[in-house]
């Protein structure tokens, strides 16, 4: 730490008013110092990695951070703010600021230095000593470490001393228990009788490192305070220790605090366990704790893995809505490469034997290796095959993405009765969600312990797939197969206007959040209309109209990039280029550098020029059986020349719109020239190596 922040890189009169203004101003230090190259293109960095999530903390903390090709070796500079800046936390504006810088390359400098500092700033007295520190130097001193002159000032434990711990080295890495519980023994401190209550504890963040490592703070900490014997393993970015699975076995519960999935989550299967967001184990250990125990003494026990957090939601509280749209969300990314093979498959051999290919006899019967129609009719059997597959597999990820593992079984199965009796798209939604149900009520239900071996196994498959199978069966699943008929009548007769409001709608959709759960929305309705052997008429202008308007956000960007680069900032310009070629495959997500750099101006061009092509789409009767492929599968378009025209109008509209908007802003504003403070207020672009935390 010594090496990373000097006196030159602390700032204790802050006085910046905004959090894109605090990182310039602490940028501008390691510019000074040759630790940054190029100032805007590492602000750009930063603030791509505030756009994932604020780095603001409790306790009047913000720790903006990033790696970054423009940064020459690990540093950390530090501001002092006494009017406060808001990072985004629950409590109020960030009084204490740390910008932290790791090369690119530097995964394990990165890791250290934001690790051992997160769990420093757990440390009330670490930060109340930084509050007081009265000059530059000794704030620096206090964070590298140093022994103060003449004294004594115990504040915290070195950051430099703990960085090693953070890292992956310490007991809290999971290695072997911490050494203020773990090394107690059996009745260190509560009788030769009596052995403390032992807790097992994973905690990981979308990014991996300064919330994992809080929240693995946080609890070490609670459980010291509540006698318990609690280890934690953290599953940071750069991969985790595992837990002796002696320490596992011997443990009476379990915790998780967590936003991703729990990795080789089933060591812990068995046992009481409360699972959490990682800000609950930040904000309300001690609660953790003692919920936990409390299960243990009522004997509740997770039969298998415990619900995932990043699929269903995971803070206590979040709404159900919230938690439905990460269900669905999951069956429909599990799906979304089985849509994209089999379609495309389906549709070269469409392309290269024509539509009565798909009367051909099966390639195990006929086959001719020279012949060009065998090859067509083995691509549409192998795309239909996968075709199968489509609503078994959302059915088993929705049901996975309530009750983890244990919903698989019952899912698959539901989804596949759903495909046998007809009931398409809204019978494998229906499958998943009363499978992923009827899993968590099993869990809950209180079993004797000699059972508890068996019930991810045998149990749990068993009791949930016979449920799931006679509801699907004899209850509901003729309404729902009846309810998906009529919906693909209602598709076969839109024609005129209807049709082109509803390409209008779809194209909005598709651009509302580029990629996100609308956007996915409109692609999974699409492709719910070509998902069979033989799709309709209407149901192929669908998935045109959805293809175009989504194509739409990057190839606009690009352009717009290319006749007023002026408006755009050097790094945006580079991204411009990239997204031509996204726009053309068809990869909405090539636009969200630019959205979330300015979302006012960018996200409804976007939303008009895709309303714009998606109904041209649909009033032109383009139609496409293949649901991916951009500009690849135009071969494969009825009506291409008009198809591309709806594009290129669309593409024309928002580009248009996005200079004229960037262009009154940047009249308003004084000639500003991009990269200015005001124009960074979310990130200019995607970083061009992925960003750690």
């Avoid at 798209?425 to 969600?433: N, P, Q, S």
């Avoid at 280029?577 to 101006?601: C, N, Q, T």
Wanted: aromatic content about 6%; charged content about 15%.
């Amino acid at each position: 730490m010594s090496e990373m922040i000097t006196a030159d890189l602390v700032d204790l009169d802050l006085s910046a008013d905004t959090k894109e203004a605090a990182a310039r101003a602490l940028a501008e230090r390691m510019v000074a110092q040759g630790r940054v190259t190029d100032l805007e293109g590492f602000l750009a960095d930063v603030a791509a990695r505030e756009a994932q999530m604020p780095t603001g903390l409790d306790g009047g903390i913000g720790i903006p951070h990033c790696r970054s090709e423009y940064v020459t070796e690990p540093s950390l500079a530090f501001g002092r703010s006494a009017e406060g800046v808001d990072f985004g936390a629950p409590d109020g504006p960030a009084d204490l600021i740390f910008l932290i810088a790791a090369p690119a390359g530097a995964d394990d400098a990165h890791l250290t230095i934001l690790s051992a500092l997160a769990r420093q700033l757990m440390n009330a007295e670490f930060t109340s000593a930084l509050r007081g520190a009265a000059d530059a130097e000794s704030a620096a001193a206090l964070i590298r470490g140093d022994e103060p002159e003449g004294g004594t000032d115990s504040a915290a434990t070195p950051v430099a001393a703990s960085a090693g711990a953070a890292a992956g080295s310490s007991p809290a890495d999971g290695s072997t228990p911490d050494s203020s519980t773990a090394d107690k023994g059996a009745g260190a401190d509560t009788g030769a009788d009596a052995q403390p209550f032992r807790i097992v504890a994973v905690t990981s963040c979308p990014t991996g490192i300064a919330h994992t490592y809080m929240a693995a703070e946080a609890l070490e900490n609670a459980g010291r305070d509540a006698g318990v014997e609690l280890v934690v393993e953290p599953q940071g970015s750069a991969g985790f220790t595992r837990l002796d699975p002696a320490v596992i076995a011997a443990a009476d519960a379990v915790i998780f605090a967590h936003d991703v999935p729990v990795r080789e989550k089933d060591r812990f299967a068995g046992k009481p366990t409360v699972d959490v967001g990682v800000k609950a184990g930040i904000n309300r250990p001690a609660e953790l704790i003692t919920e936990v125990r409390g299960k243990a003494e009522r004997g509740e026990v997770t039969g298998g893995s415990a619900p995932t957090p990043v699929e269903r939601g995971g803070e206590a509280g979040e709404g159900y809505g919230s938690m439905l749209r990460k269900w669905l969300m999951s069956g429909v990314s599990y799906m979304v490469p089985f849509v994209a093979a089999g379609g495309l498959l389906i549709a070269l051999g469409f392309a290269i034997g024509g539509y009565e290919i798909k009367s051909a006899p099966s390639v195990m019967q006929h086959f001719v290796w020279t012949q060009t129609d065998s090859w067509a009719a083995l691509m549409f059997q192998i795309g239909a095959v996968a075709f199968g597959f489509l609503v078994p597999v959302l059915a088993g990820y929705i049901a996975y993405g309530m009750a983890d593992r244990p919903g698989l079984v019952p899912g698959f199965v539901g989804g596949m009765i759903a495909s046998t009796i007809n009931a398409g798209f809204l019978g494998g939604l229906a499958a998943g969600l009363i499978a992923g149900g009827v899993v968590l009520a099993i869990q809950k239900v209180k079993i004797p312990k000699a059972v508890r071996g068996i019930m991810p196994v045998v149990v749990i498959p068993l009791i949930s797939t016979a449920i799931v199978g006679f509801l699907m069966f004899v209850v509901i699943g003729k309404p729902i197969a009846s309810a998906q008929k009529g919906m693909t009548d209602w598709l076969n007769g839109l024609s005129g206007s209807n049709a082109i409001l509803l390409g209008a709608l779809l194209g909005l959709m598709m651009c509302f959040d580029l990629g996100g759960p609308v956007n996915k929305v409109a692609y999974t309705f699409a492709t719910a209309g070509i998902a069979v052997s033989n799709p309709s008429d209407s149901a192929m202008k669908i998935m045109a109209a959805v293809m175009a308007a989504g194509m739409v956000p990057p190839l606009a960007m690009a352009l717009a990039t290319t006749v007023r680069g002026k408006l755009f900032t050097e790094t945006e310009r580079e991204n411009g280029k990239a997204a031509w070629v996204l726009g053309a495959s068809f990869i909405s997500e090539g636009a969200i550098p630019f959205a979330a750099a300015d979302p006012l101006r960018v996200i409804p061009s976007a939303m008009v020029g895709g309303a714009i092509t998606g109904s041209l789409s649909m009033a032109f009767g383009a139609t496409l059986r293949a649901p991916h492929g951009g500009i690849f599968v135009v071969p494969l378009i009825g009506h291409a020349f008009f198809y591309l025209i709806a594009i290129a109008v669309g593409m024309c509209v928002t580009a248009a719109l996005v200079v004229v908007l960037k262009g009154m802003r940047k009249q308003s504003a004084g000639g500003t020239a991009p990269g200015a403070p005001e124009d960074i207020a979310a990130p200019a672009a995607e970083p061009k190596q992925p960003v750690a935390a």
